[in-house]
């Protein structure tokens, strides 16, 4: 980004704080993609709350990025098994915050595991979190007693613009991928493994690129949504998978089991919305397939009779090439900012979402900065 850009960007994120002024200044922790726009919303974060540490998703960092981050706060190292223990989440919050109370903003649940032991067990308070994906809000409502509260911006009517826009980069970054071994996707058949948000706007991203588009969903409901949009559907997973020249994973719950990857085609290429250890089961083929790169960001699995190709190492394909969505990321950025201010010590645990009313300022304040 250019500084004049950086500079406009900052100063939208300034109105919106000025207009929804947090009521405290709880400290707070940050998991984010940190792509080249980020130092900005990280900048409105640290002034909202006393910002400790940033931990960037391992898979999306962009080292400019990273680098101005670190200008205004820690930047620490992100991993599920971080928090996936008591003892090892306690150990870093205790570290970092003593005593403190604070707000954890979250992309993808990693929180979840560990945040109805880490509310009893804290020195400090957790007062609210707030959830930035479908994925992990689903990962908090699968808590039977919420220790705090927790804002969702998952379903927002904002989000829709960043969800369409996500998967059209990801059309364009596997067809990038399978370019470059000087194939084309023209005239495949696709699977879209989950027909989600994101699932939905790459199978249509697809169907523009003159592909036959097959979607299976355990969703019966998302089923019958895919077939009244004009895809095939099927309803056992292995029939998809045995046919398609490309699969693209769209769920964040492993689409692709150890067990089905016998079942695609020969000479398919794999590819994921989100990190392989979220998506894809990569690991339990190891002691089958031989694993070997053959263009940039694909490595060919084969053993005796079989062989596919996956893309980015199982990780999101799309971070390979910025991930660029435009400026439509910033409706999400401002409405977590909006979230962080409504945070208070006396809101009772349970779901909550930003008012319609406030989203409908967000909306009105952006198009007075990025309407051009």
Not at 293 to 301: D, E, L, N, T
Not at 329 to 345: F, H, R
Request: glycine share 6%; hydrophobic share 40%; aromatic share 10%.
């Amino acid at each position: 980004m250019e500084h004049f850009e950086i500079t406009h960007l900052d100063s939208f994120f300034q109105d919106i704080i000025r207009k929804f002024p947090a009521q405290y200044r709880f400290s707070s922790f940050l998991i984010t993609h940190l792509l080249p726009e980020r130092p900005s919303f990280v900048r409105a974060v640290a002034e909202q709350t006393e910002l400790i540490a940033v931990l960037p998703k391992p898979k999306s960092i962009n080292e400019d990025a990273l680098q101005e981050v670190r200008k205004i706060t820690k930047v620490d190292t992100l991993s599920r098994q971080l928090f996936s223990k008591i003892d090892l989440a306690l150990d870093y919050l205790e570290k970092r915050a003593k005593g403190q109370d604070i707000i954890l903003l979250d992309v993808g649940g990693y929180y979840a595991g560990v945040l109805n032991e880490l509310a009893e067990v804290f020195s400090g308070r957790i007062i609210g979190v707030v959830e930035d994906t479908e994925n992990g809000y689903k990962r908090y409502l699968e808590l039977d007693n919420l220790p705090c509260p927790i804002f969702s911006v998952a379903r927002s009517r904002l989000k829709v613009p960043e969800d369409y826009l996500v998967g059209q980069s990801i059309a364009f970054s596997v067809e990038m991928l399978v370019r470059g071994r000087g194939d084309v996707l023209a005239g495949m058949e696709a699977c879209v493994i989950g027909y989600g948000k994101l699932g939905s706007s790459i199978a249509q991203m697809l169907y523009t690129r003159n592909m036959r588009v097959t979607v299976f969903d355990k969703d019966p409901v998302r089923m019958t949504q895919a077939k009244a949009a004009g895809y095939h559907v099927v309803r056992e997973k292995k029939h998809a998978l045995s046919r398609a020249g490309v699969i693209i994973c769209a769920t964040g719950n492993h689409s692709l089991l150890k067990e089905d990857f016998a079942n695609i085609k020969n000479g398919a290429y794999v590819a994921s919305v989100t990190s392989s250890e979220d998506e894809l089961e990569l690991a339990g083929l190891t002691s089958v397939y031989q694993i070997t790169p053959v263009a940039p960001h694909v490595s060919r699995y084969s053993t005796v009779g079989h062989y596919f190709y996956v893309l980015a190492d199982g990780n999101a394909v799309n971070f390979l090439h910025g991930a660029v969505v435009g400026p439509y990321i910033y409706l999400v950025q401002a409405e977590i900012l909006v979230a962080i201010s409504k945070i208070t010590e006396d809101l009772a645990p349970g779901l909550y979402t930003v008012a319609d009313a406030d989203r409908k300022i967000i909306a009105d304040t952006w198009l007075a900065y990025f309407n051009r």
